[in-house]
């Protein structure tokens, strides 16, 4: 018996009732390893879940999801970061070179008197 066909599929619980299903497949020649093949498939899989859940996690940053959300999506997703929402948020502001780059943040600074004092700042420094 020869196998042609090496497939690896795993579905991820990504919380509040979403999961991500990802899968690879690979044709293998005779003579190489099935269990090789699906170890790399594995490690494939894996590592491309990481890389949508980082992706995840900086949209909900940038999107300004409310605060108690935020904190639900934090405790979901894994990060070495326990920056607020808010604080990333200033650090983008303080970063601004113009007022017209400034213009975008404004919106969401109206919502969050923490952030609206460092809008302000800005705003005056520039």
């Not at 699906?38 to 990481?50: F, K, Q």
């Not at 970061?81 to 303080?94: M, P």
């Not at 970063?95 to 109206?110: G, R, V």
Request: net charge negative; hydrophobic share 35%; charged share 30%.
């Amino acid at each position: 018996m020869h196998i042609q066909t090496i497939v690896y599929q795993r579905t991820f619980n990504l919380g509040n009732y979403s999961s991500e299903k990802i899968g690879v497949e690979f044709a293998i020649n005779q003579g190489e390893s099935a269990n090789k093949a699906l170890d790399i498939a594995r490690e494939m899989v894996e590592e491309y879940h990481s890389e949508n859940v980082k992706r995840l996690k900086e949209l909900t940053d940038f999107c300004g999801i409310s605060d108690s959300y935020q904190e639900e999506i934090n405790e979901m997703i894994p990060t070495k970061s326990k920056q607020t929402l808010a604080e990333k948020t200033i650090q983008f502001i303080n970063s601004c070179k113009t007022k017209e780059e400034l213009k975008a943040w404004e919106l969401m600074a109206k919502s969050n008197p923490e952030i609206l004092e460092s809008y302000n700042a800005k705003h005056k420094s520039l």
